[in-house]
């Protein structure tokens, strides 16, 4: 699906709602335990100079996401 968009394809200061999580196993898990679970919006913060960590914003908590962590979570 080469339309598919990531919360890591997200500019900072532009927020999303999340579709789904394509994730499995432990990262899919961790992820919905901060929080990042399906129609929640998230706020992107910050982006590292090098890409990695991203920072953003979910149901009022500040998170920091791996680049391959972000790019599980689908956005709308």
Do not use: C, H, N, Y
Request: glycine share 10%; net charge positive; no cysteine.
């Amino acid at each position: 699906m080469a339309e598919d968009k990531t919360l890591r394809d997200v500019a900072v200061g532009q927020s999303a709602t999340v579709r789904r999580l394509v994730g499995e196993g432990a990262v899919k898990r961790r992820i919905m335990d901060m929080g990042i679970t399906k129609g929640t919006d998230v706020f992107v913060r910050k982006v590292a100079p090098l890409g990695d960590p991203i920072e953003v914003t979910v149901r009022g908590f500040e998170l920091s996401l791996r680049k391959d962590e972000a790019e599980t979570v689908l956005i709308a």
